[in-house]
Nanobody, 122 residues
């Protein structure tokens, strides 16, 4: 599976961005989809994941209530709506696919997208 992320950019504190990630290739095998991020000098960390059905979602505590993950299976695309952005949200955001939405982590991701940079200015 190949993943193409887009939608990053420069935004002011309190602003919003919507990230998209389109999957191609063997998309029949895509189950859970998710987003991770990596800030400069830090490890890549889990942000959010969504099940194939879209019913089950998980979020890192720091983004609960501000970020919303969704997916459109007809388009093989996952989205991350990011609201009330803070400077600490500045990072490269990566989309990913995995076999299960439960416990999705950097250790069990099957495929990674190329990353899209989000910069939140104060």
């Amino acid at each position: 599976v190949q993943l193409q992320a887009s939608g990053g950019g420069l935004v002011q504190v309190g602003g919003s961005l919507r990230l998209s990630c389109a999957a191609s290739g063997n998309t029949f095998s895509v189950n859970a989809m998710g987003w991770f991020r990596q800030a400069p000098g830090k490890a890549r960390e889990f942000m959010s994941a969504i099940s194939r059905s879209g019913i089950t979602t998980y979020y890192q505590d720091s983004v609960k209530g501000r970020f919303t993950i969704s997916r459109d299976n007809a388009k093989n695309t996952v989205y991350l709506q990011m609201n009330s952005l803070k400077p600490e949200d500045t990072a490269v955001y990566y989309c990913a696919v995995g076999s299960s939405v439960v416990g999705m982590s950097t250790r069990n991701v099957a495929s990674w997208g190329q990353g899209t940079l989000v910069t939140v200015s104060s």
